[in-house]
C-alpha cells in the first residue's frame, strides 16, 4: 500500500519523528492504529448510548440543564 502526502505533511511527519527519534513509517503506523482504536471505542460508547435509550435511560435537555448548574455552582 502507498499513502501520499504534500510536502509539507511529510515535512512535518519527518520533523515530528525526528523529535521522537522513530523512522516516518513508524509514526505513521502507530498515528493509524490509534486512529481505528478510537473509531472502535465511539462505535462502542453509540451502541451503549442508543441501546440506554432503548431502555428509557436518557436524560431530557431541561435535567441536562439543571445537572450543568448544580455542577457549575461555587
Do not use: C, N
Amino acid at each position: 500500500m502507498e499513502v501520499h502526502f504534500t510536502p509539507e505533511q511529510e515535512a512535518r511527519l519527518a520533523q515530528s519523528a525526528a523529535q521522537q527519534g522513530r523512522k516516518p513509517h513508524e509514526l505513521v503506523q502507530q498515528v493509524v492504529e490509534r486512529y481505528f482504536d478510537e473509531e472502535s471505542r465511539f462505535i462502542d460508547a453509540v451502541k451503549r448510548g442508543e441501546e440506554a435509550l432503548q431502555r428509557g435511560e436518557y436524560l431530557t435537555h431541561e435535567q441536562v440543564g439543571q445537572r450543568l448548574e448544580r455542577f457549575l455552582q461555587p
